[in-house]
């Protein structure tokens, strides 16, 4: 049995293992039994990884293990303990050119064609990584039709991961290939709906659902890890069982499910985001899901509050810094000033760490 170690410290020594192909951590010392920390090793303990062999990869969303990312990332919740926080993930949108019309977009398109620089998209990964980050998600728009994207992975050195959010248009074998080539992590490819009409119909083009599919593909052969992520809505949670089998025909390592927003395109519609009972459905289909690996990100939250701030934060094409990417409150523009400066002032907002979404209020 190969035991992996994902943190050695005189007060913390943590390791993990496979059991029944689920995770089973191990914590010594005298600060494992800190609440925190109880929780943190919580969201791993009886998890299925996405992958196994001489890496460890609990999730697309962490560094693999052993790396440098994963060890800046476990120093992070220790350092959150103490109430130091770190934005662990930067989602940079780096181009609103996008061929699609999603109906639940969170930062639809200004019609200004907006899009960063290589030299500012790469100021501000330096300043990323410079705070701690171990995650930096490449977003759009689509950012698969960013000419210069490969020079932007190469861009995030060891101590972070790359990952790109896509659709799927534009994301060719060819490109898989050199994004991998320049240290491209993983994939999450969106995902609406296990149909094909239904997914065409929410992305506001025909043939968005068989782009999504060849990016999937060609993800794979190109060696990344891939993650079909769905955005749920009350319309599409009867669809849990097609969207996990889906997961599974395709090969992919994971499926993320995020809860739909009332934002950008959808803002102040009433109505769809999830109930309660949607909630305990939810909870009840990842418990018992064999593999692949799902992570649910409400799951996530009522373990551990919201992220806005405190452990996420992300920047628009216009360089503009918000929160979370649907969260569409500025906290100054990191084009004018140092990025660690607006995130010491995000420390002052009032929803870091509340139980709930901001933007959707309790359920």
């Not at 001489?54 to 103490?82: D, G």
């Not at 490819?189 to 659902?209: N, Q, W």
């Not at 649910?296 to 929160?323: K, N, Q």
């Amino acid at each position: 049995m190969t035991t992996y170690s994902l943190f050695s410290h005189p007060l913390l020594d943590v390791s993990a293992c496979l059991e029944g192909g689920r995770i089973k951590t191990k914590a010594r010392g005298p600060i494992s039994f800190l609440p925190k920390v109880k929780s943190s090793l919580e969201m791993v303990d009886g998890q299925i990884p996405v992958l196994a062999g001489e890496e460890l990869c609990l999730s697309t969303w962490l560094p693999p293990i052993p790396s440098p990312a994963f060890s800046r990332f476990v120093k992070s919740q220790l350092m959150a303990t103490l109430g130091i926080r770190t934005p662990d993930q930067v989602t940079i949108s780096i181009t609103e050119e996008c061929p699609n019309r999603c109906q639940h977009c969170a930062l639809p398109d200004s019609g200004r064609r907006m899009k960063l620089t290589v030299p500012q998209v790469t100021g501000l990964i330096d300043q990323a990584l410079d705070l701690g980050t171990t995650l930096v998600i490449f977003d759009g728009g689509e950012p698969a039709m960013y000419k210069e994207l490969s020079r932007l992975v190469s861009a995030v050195d060891s101590r972070a991961c790359a990952t790109l959010f896509t659709s799927g248009a534009g994301f060719s074998s060819s490109l898989a290939r050199e994004l991998k080539g320049a240290g491209l992590y993983a994939v999450n490819v969106s995902l609406d709906s296990p149909r094909p009409c239904e997914h065409d119909a929410m992305r506001g083009r025909a043939g968005a659902y068989d782009d999504a599919m060849a990016a999937v593909e060609s993800g794979l052969r190109a060696g990344l890890l891939v993650d079909l992520y769905v955005v749920l809505r009350r319309e599409n949670m009867s669809l849990l069982h097609e969207l996990h089998e889906l997961c599974r025909k395709v090969g992919a390592h994971e499926l993320t499910l995020f809860e739909v927003v009332p934002t950008g395109r959808w803002a102040g519609r009433e109505g769809v985001t999830l109930t309660r009972a949607d909630h305990a459905t939810l909870r009840r289909f990842v418990e018992g899901a064999p593999q692949p690996r799902i992570f649910s990100v409400p799951e996530a939250m009522d373990r551990m509050g919201c992220f806005a701030g405190r452990s996420w934060l992300h920047i628009t094409p216009a360089g503009e810094v918000y929160p979370c990417a649907c969260l569409p409150r500025s906290e100054g523009n990191a084009l004018d000033e140092p990025l660690k400066d607006i995130w010491r002032r995000m420390g002052r907002l009032p929803y870091g760490g509340k139980m709930a979404c901001p933007m959707r209020g309790p359920i």
